[in-house]
């Protein structure tokens, strides 16, 4: 009796561990969530959105449009104003002559305004009463008001040199160069994200091919099991096919945990880590197009971000170095002045003689200063000179190493396309060399030794296949990402 309900509580086990299990995997509706597809443009975004170098270089660059911004705010209306009551008691010499105590009461109202050519225009309007009464004194101090209009130009520094337009194309010279800085490092980090991306698909492949080979050898030792009922094959051949079925676990093993050290790698760069069955949604890139080794040269010069960086400074510093030279000139400046005056008793009567013009107040000046050594000013324009011939030499430098970087990613594309097609002919030879010789142990002439051993080349094969294939499309990104094509060929080009 018990045996009848061994069979019945065990089918009824499984039945409830299979529900649980289908539970598990297919949630209630309205709870599922789809899987997110990870393709290349989504793990670039990814990585460009989550780089703190980038951030960093954006912030720079916002902090370099505002130079040109902060410089013309210099040309604001500047409204000044001010009063002021001063009670003088202090004791006197002669107080019947001087009086006791004087009272004296300022205003004053000035509109400032500066222009690109160096003008300094100021519109002042100046209100003074003094009370210092005396018993002695015909004339009583009184109440003044002043309303003028003063100009100052250099004539030397902005007017002839015009340091301002030197300042102004040096600030978007440095917009320019930050600019070409945040696509070069944007260049950079879809190169990085892009080699990790292949990584997982390379370990995908291998988990794959692994997984192939553990089906094929554990069919392959059932096969056996079978036979060596009747006697059509020995021992050596099952243990054979056993050990084989252990290699192949060994090596699924071995290639889930590169798989899980490539993730760890690709999630790194991303920010977030991705599971196997988003990965295993991945397409690969489009094959980039290959050009002469000249043409990729001249890309190179036109294309890189490092290479217009540096050129944009070099024009920055050729500007600087011109604004050096023109802040440093000696100051020769023309000072005019022209205003009304008013004079009396009361404010009333102030503005009375100010509203007639009939008492103006006229001015006229130059001023000049200029070091007698001149050796701060020497300084100053030579250091711009080294600045200059630096980014000058950096320049050359970068172009010297962009040359070996395409050089060298032009001949590997060469390279890795021939081993690719090499590696194809290799897994197609071995697949027919372990057709042969199948056909042949299908018919006893040859043992489970050899078929075991040629089925593992045909697994080795399409491992260096996978590699090669790997590796030949990351030759294609190396060399877009050294003529700086990269964004432009996988469509990410955007305006920072």
Same mark, same amino acid.
């Given at each position: 009796?018990?045996?009848?309900?061994?069979?019945?509580?065990?089918?009824?086990?499984?039945? =409830?561990?299979?529900? +649980?299990?289908?539970?598990?995997?297919?949630?209630?509706?309205?709870?599922?969530?789809?899987?997110?597809?990870?393709?290349?443009?989504?793990?670039?975004?990814?990585?460009?959105?989550?780089?703190?170098?980038?951030?960093?270089?954006?912030?720079?660059?916002?902090?370099?449009?505002?130079?040109?911004?902060?410089?013309?705010?210099? #040309?604001?209306?500047?409204?000044?104003?001010?009063?002021?009551?001063?009670?003088?008691?202090?004791?006197?010499?002669?107080?019947?002559?001087?009086?006791?105590?004087?009272? =004296?009461?300022?205003?004053?109202?000035?509109?400032?305004? %500066?222009?690109?050519?160096?003008?300094?225009?100021?519109?002042?309007?100046?209100?003074?009463?003094?009370?210092?009464?005396?018993?002695?004194? +015909?004339?009583?101090?009184?109440?003044?008001?002043?309303?003028?209009?003063?100009?100052?130009?250099?004539?030397?520094?902005?007017?002839?040199?015009?340091?301002?337009?030197?300042?102004?194309?040096?600030?978007? &010279?440095? +917009?320019?160069?930050?600019?070409?800085?945040?696509?070069?490092?944007?260049?950079?980090?879809?190169?990085? $994200?892009?080699?990790?991306?292949?990584?997982?698909?390379?370990?995908?492949?291998?988990?794959?091919?692994?997984?192939?080979?553990?089906?094929?050898?554990?069919?392959?030792?059932?096969?056996?099991?079978?036979?060596?009922?009747?006697?059509?094959?020995?021992? &050596?051949?099952?243990?054979?096919?056993?050990?084989?079925?252990?290699?192949?676990?060994?090596?699924?093993?071995?290639?889930?945990?590169? #798989? %899980?050290? %490539?993730?760890?790698?690709?999630?790194?760069?991303?920010?977030?880590?991705?599971?196997?069955?988003?990965?295993?949604?991945?397409?690969?890139?489009?094959?980039?197009?290959?050009?002469?080794?000249?043409?990729?040269?001249?890309?190179?010069?036109?294309?890189?971000?490092?290479? %217009?960086?540096?050129?944009?400074?070099?024009?920055?510093?050729?500007? $600087?170095?011109?604004?050096? +030279?023109?802040?440093?000139?000696?100051? =020769?400046?023309?000072?005019?002045?022209?205003?009304?005056?008013?004079?009396?008793?009361?404010?009333?009567?102030?503005?009375?003689?100010?509203?007639?013009?009939?008492?103006?107040?006229?001015?006229?000046?130059?001023?000049?200063?200029?070091?007698?050594?001149?050796?701060?000013?020497?300084?100053?324009?030579?250091?711009?000179?080294?600045?200059?011939?630096?980014?000058?030499?950096?320049?050359?430098?970068?172009?010297?190493?962009?040359?070996?970087?395409?050089?060298?990613?032009?001949?590997?594309?060469?390279?890795?396309? =021939?081993?690719?097609?090499?590696?194809?002919?290799?897994?197609?030879?071995?697949?027919?060399?372990?057709?042969?010789?199948?056909?042949?142990?299908?018919?006893?002439?040859?043992?489970?030794?050899?078929?075991?051993?040629?089925?593992?080349?045909?697994?080795?094969?399409?491992?260096?296949?996978?590699?090669?294939?790997?590796?030949?499309?990351?030759?294609?990104?190396?060399?877009?990402?050294?003529?700086?094509?990269? #964004?432009?060929?996988?469509?990410?080009?955007?305006?920072?």
């Amino acid at each position: 009796m018990f045996k009848d309900w061994i069979p019945a509580c065990a089918g009824m086990t499984t039945y =409830l561990i299979l529900l +649980v299990f289908l539970f598990s995997i297919h949630p209630l509706r309205g709870e599922e969530s789809p899987v997110e597809v990870w393709d290349l443009r989504t793990v670039a975004d990814r990585a460009l959105a989550h780089s703190p170098e980038l951030k960093a270089a954006l912030t720079e660059l916002q902090i370099s449009r505002l130079e040109e911004p902060l410089f013309l705010s210099e #040309l604001d209306t500047q409204l000044e104003s001010g009063y002021q009551r001063t009670d003088d008691q202090s004791p006197r010499a002669a107080p019947l002559f001087e009086g006791t105590r004087s009272q =004296l009461e300022t205003f004053h109202v000035d509109l400032a305004q %500066k222009t690109l050519i160096g003008t300094e225009a100021r519109l002042a309007w100046a209100n003074e009463s003094l009370d210092n009464r005396s018993q002695f004194r +015909v004339l009583d101090p009184s109440a003044g008001s002043i309303l003028s209009l003063q100009i100052k130009q250099n004539l030397l520094r902005y007017l002839w040199g015009r340091p301002d337009v030197s300042r102004r194309k040096r600030y978007r &010279s440095n +917009v320019t160069a930050q600019i070409e800085k945040v696509r070069h490092l944007s260049t950079e980090l879809v190169a990085n $994200a892009t080699r990790a991306y292949l990584e997982v698909q390379f370990a995908l492949q291998r988990v794959h091919i692994a997984g192939e080979g553990l089906a094929i050898a554990e069919k392959l030792l059932q096969s056996n099991n079978e036979k060596i009922k009747f006697g059509l094959v020995e021992e &050596s051949d099952v243990a054979q096919s056993l050990a084989s079925v252990e290699a192949e676990k060994t090596e699924i093993l071995v290639a889930q945990s590169f #798989l %899980k050290s %490539k993730q760890n790698a690709l999630a790194e760069i991303i920010g977030e880590s991705i599971s196997v069955s988003s990965a295993t949604s991945m397409t690969l890139p489009v094959p980039l197009p290959l050009s002469s080794l000249d043409s990729s040269l001249q890309e190179a010069l036109i294309n890189r971000g490092d290479i %217009k960086s540096l050129e944009a400074s070099v024009q920055a510093a050729e500007w $600087a170095a011109r604004s050096e +030279v023109l802040e440093t000139l000696p100051q =020769l400046s023309l000072n005019a002045s022209y205003g009304m005056a008013g004079l009396d008793y009361t404010y009333n009567g102030a503005w009375d003689d100010l509203g007639g013009f009939d008492h103006p107040v006229k001015s006229i000046g130059f001023q000049f200063i200029s070091p007698l050594g001149y050796r701060k000013e020497k300084l100053l324009r030579k250091n711009k000179k080294l600045e200059l011939e630096y980014i000058r030499q950096n320049l050359e430098r970068t172009k010297l190493m962009v040359d070996r970087e395409v050089r060298d990613a032009w001949e590997n594309v060469q390279m890795n396309r =021939l081993r690719l097609t090499a590696r194809e002919n290799l897994v197609s030879l071995h697949r027919k060399k372990f057709i042969a010789e199948r056909d042949n142990f299908r018919r006893g002439r040859s043992t489970t030794d050899i078929l075991v051993r040629f089925q593992q080349e045909i697994h080795q094969a399409e491992l260096l296949l996978a590699r090669a294939q790997a590796d030949q499309q990351m030759a294609e990104i190396d060399l877009a990402r050294a003529t700086g094509t990269l #964004l432009s060929e996988l469509d990410m080009e955007k305006n920072p």
